[in-house]
């Protein structure tokens, strides 16, 4: 945002991102692909469209063991630590060419390593980090983030882990996430460049506000954000299940803008029970989630809270959950599995994946947006649930039955008329009638908020 504000053509470049947050691009040639939300979210930065190169490859963790690997937007295989040796050589060269286009079409790109460039144990088939640098000739900052502690020891640490050819690209550092006096801060770093030559650029504060888009759900606290006072005289509050697997838990981030709602990510089954709504998000291992849901006993926490007539939103994996009975080949090869029983749906995996941008109605004539990524489908229904949402073909999407409601759109809360209509509809059923939904939320306005303030503090 800070180059993009100076005239310069920038754009981003993350040659591989490890996160089961995606999101939708569509190529110019109109096919539909997934890179890491985070490129997304820098490629809105830049002012340029999202591009299948700013990410070239994908790894979407299944399990602690395997992930799916998508290449270009397009999953195309399953990496282990057996075989990557074997696919290295493809996406290494997937990566490095899709980093030399970009570079002959922009003034500026940023390339963003993944995880830390001292992983010394993965150095000889590095591609992301020192390997990229290696190849490409790129000058190198280090980013240590302060929050975590320990962030000098870290720095000299990784200068100190690296092979000479290797230290010779580091540039330098930047602190992120500072909280206090500069002051005191500056000893520090006139030390750190004394012992490895290198200078501080920059000490990036702390910020109570930059939350949105986070990369990892983990990065989240017990509450999303900081929620502003209700319009009305009573809260929305919102639990949203941190499964072991979660996939694109930004959905519920638009939830978080709108004053009087209260949206935290939980395990506890107490703060289940005691929301207005609960949201069974995304998921990269739907059975296998499901599975911990009745491990844990929050199954049961779940029917009960449907049986009471409070309403539970289930999105992608979530959705397939509240079904009958989940037929899954491939995701998790386990067959036909029971679900919770709580949409009188029937869900099928299918081995290519459905990757699209979808647009539609809901609630009669309000307008929805949305992004799909998921392997499984509704294969049967009986009786057929009332749809939640009307696509713009025609066709019917997800299930609004009484208090129940779930779809495979991502993303559908950032339609700001939709969002407010459904916290409206939440608030009738949940007996919250004291609630009353603002009516000038705007969804891009606050990511766009949020990119202007890294760029002030950047240009600071």
């Known amino acids: 945002r800070w180059l993009r504000r100076r005239g310069v053509a920038v754009a981003p470049f993350k040659a591989q991102n490890m996160s089961n947050n995606s999101a939708v691009v569509v190529g110019p040639d109109g096919r539909a692909g997934e890179i890491g939300r985070a490129q997304a979210m820098q490629a809105a930065a830049c002012g340029v469209p999202p591009d299948l190169r700013f990410n070239p490859v994908l790894l979407k963790p299944g399990s602690d063991r395997s992930s799916q690997v998508v290449l270009l937007g397009e999953a195309v295989d399953t990496i282990t630590a057996g075989n990557f040796r074997s696919l290295r050589p493809r996406l290494s060269a997937t990566a490095f060419a899709a980093l030399a286009e970009l570079r002959a079409e922009y003034d500026v790109v940023v390339c963003e390593g993944a995880g830390s460039p001292t992983e010394i144990n993965l150095r000889d088939s590095d591609y992301a980090n020192m390997g990229l640098a290696r190849h490409a000739g790129l000058p190198t900052i280090v980013v240590g983030d302060i929050d ?97 697997r979660i996939s694109n838990a930004t959905d519920v981030e638009a939830l978080a803008t709108e004053p009087g709602v209260r949206v935290r990510l939980t395990v506890e089954p107490a703060e289940i029970a005691a929301a207005d709504l609960v949201v069974l998000p995304g998921s990269k291992s739907t059975v296998a989630d499901l599975e911990w849901l009745r491990r844990t006993g929050l199954a049961d926490v779940l029917r009960a809270h449907a049986a009471a007539g409070r309403p539970l939103l289930g999105i992608c994996g979530g959705y397939q959950m509240l079904a009958r009975s989940i037929d899954d080949p491939v995701e998790s090869g386990r067959g036909r599995v029971a679900g919770l029983g709580l949409l009188p749906i029937q869900v099928t995996f299918a ?110």
């Open 148 to 244: 975590r502690g320990g962030v000098f020891a870290s720095l000299f640490g990784t200068v100190a882990l690296l092979d000479a050819a290797d230290q010779a690209l580091v540039a330098g550092f930047v602190i992120n996430k500072f909280r206090g006096d500069r002051e005191l801060l500056e000893p520090g770093l006139d030390m750190l460049a004394r012992l490895t030559g290198r200078p501080s650029y920059g000490v990036l504060p702390w910020h109570v506000d930059l939350w949105l888009d986070a990369e990892d759900s983990l990065a989240y606290g017990r509450v999303l954000g900081r929620p502003a006072p209700p319009r009305g005289t009573e809260w929305l509050d919102v639990a949203v299940v941190r499964l072991p």
């Open 351 to 460: 081995a290519r994946k459905t990757v699209a941008r979808s647009a539609g109605t809901a609630f009669g004539s309000v307008p929805v947006t949305g992004y799909e990524i998921h392997h499984g489908y509704v294969s049967g229904a009986d009786p057929a649930p009332p749809e939640l949402i009307r696509r713009s073909d025609g066709r019917g999407e997800g299930a609004a039955a009484d208090n129940i409601f779930g779809t495979h759109w991502h993303g559908t809360f950032a339609a700001d008329a939709f969002r407010r209509r459904f916290l409206t509809e939440v608030a009738r059923l949940a007996g919250r009638h004291g609630f009353q939904v603002a009516p000038d939320t705007s969804f891009a306005a606050a990511r766009e908020r949020t990119l202007d303030l890294l760029g002030d503090l950047v240009e600071e």
